[in-house]
C-alpha cells in the first residue's frame, strides 16, 4: 500500500488473498489506521477482519459475503450487489454498526445482523429474494425498515425484538411472512400488508397492530 493512503483504501490499495474457501481476506499494511473501506473491484467471496478503526464500509460487487469481524467502531455498511449471500453472524465483534443499505442480494442469512444493539435503519431495495430467521433479531434501537420490491419472504423471528420498530411497509412481491416474523416489537402499530400474501405464520406480529392491506392472495394460515 502507498504511504499516503494512511485512512482510506480502495480495492486498488489491498492485497487480497485466496482463502481454503476460494473467497478472498483482506490484508492491509497500517490497517490501525484505516477508517474507511471503498471496494469497486469484484471478489468471489470477501472477509474483513481486525481493522479496529474502520467506520464504513462500501462494497460493489461481490459473490458472497463472509465476515465483517471485530471492526468495533465500523458504523455504515452499503452493500450494492452482492450475487450470493450474506452469510450468518456477518458481524460478530463489529456489532456497532447504526446504518445498513443493501442493494441487490439474493439471501440474507439466518442470524446475519441478529443482537446488533446499536442498529437503527436498514435499508433492503431490490435483489433480495429471502430474509432468513433471525435475520436482525434483537436490533433494539431499529427504528426504520425499508423493504423494497422483489422480497419474496420474510422467515421466522427475522425481525423479533425489535423493540423500537415503529411502522412497517410490506411491498407486493411478499408471499411469506413467518412463524413470530415481527414478534415482541411494542412500538409496531402500523402495518402496510402486501396484497399478494399466501403464509402468514402463528404470531407474526404482536397485539394491536393497524393493518392497512386488500388481499388478492389466499391465507394458508393467518397469525393477525
Known sequence: MKKSIKRRIVDTDLNLYPDPDDGKVLKVANADEIKEVVLKGYASGLYIHNLPQLESVNIEKVNYLGELNKCPQLRTIKFETIEGSIDRQLLDGSQN?????????????????????????????????????????????????????????????????????????????????????????????????????????????GKGVLFSTSFRGALSKSGI
Open 97 to 205: 454498526v447504526e446504518e445498513i443499505e443493501i442493494g441487490q442480494v439474493d439471501t440474507i442469512d439466518q442470524e446475519a445482523f441478529i443482537n446488533c444493539k446499536k442498529l437503527k435503519r436498514v435499508s433492503i431495495q431490490t435483489g433480495t429474494v429471502t430474509i432468513w430467521d433471525r435475520a436482525f433479531s434483537g436490533c433494539s434501537a431499529l427504528e426504520k425498515v425499508e423493504i423494497g420490491a422483489n422480497v419474496k419472504a420474510i422467515k421466522a423471528r427475522a425481525f423479533q425484538s425489535c423493540t423500537s420498530l415503529s411502522t412497517l411497509k410490506l411491498p407486493d412481491t411478499v408471499f411469506e411472512i413467518g412463524q413470530s416474523a415481527f414478534a415482541n416489537c411494542p412500538e409496531l402499530k402500523q402495518v402496510v400488508m402486501p396484497a399478494d400474501l399466501q403464509t402468514i405464520g402463528t404470531g407474526s406480529f
